[in-house]
């Protein structure tokens, strides 16, 4: 069964950098033809999608959010990586890691982790 588990720290500063670990089991994050998204949650609205990294190391973001992240993977200890930077209250959200299935023109999201709560404030 894939599972998926996001961690790191549950309270960011302002103007600092969120970085989040997402350790999957069940399944290689190396293995065709799946991605590994992130994707966040805030307080009263929807979904947002904020990026991948396929199975082959490519990356792909949501444009809104492209300019301020970055997607990394450890390929040994079978986990991706989202860093955040420059954040602010605007990006306290719960986070999710995901994985992708299907072609890219009509993909879904397969397994999910649970969610980690991160608040900015000072």
């Known amino acids: 069964q894939v599972q998926l588990q996001e961690s790191g720290p549950g309270l960011v500063k302002p103007s600092q950098t969120l970085s989040l670990t997402c350790t999957v089991s069940g399944a290689s994050i190396t293995t065709s033809d799946y991605a590994w998204s992130w994707i966040r949650q805030s307080p009263g609205k929807g979904l947002e999608w904020m990026g991948a990294?396929?199975?082959?190391?490519?990356?792909v973001f949501n444009p809104t959010l492209k300019s301020r992240s970055s997607i990394s993977r450890d390929t040994s200890k079978n986990q991706f990586f989202l860093q955040l930077n420059s954040v602010t209250p605007e990006d306290t959200s719960v986070y999710y890691c995901?994985?992708?299935?299907?072609?890219?023109?009509?993909?879904?999201?397969?397994?999910w982790g649970q969610g980690t709560q991160v608040t900015v404030s000072s």
């Open positions: 990294m396929r199975f082959d190391g490519t990356d």
């Open positions: 995901a994985r992708e299935d299907g072609p890219e023109d009509n993909n879904y999201f397969a397994y």
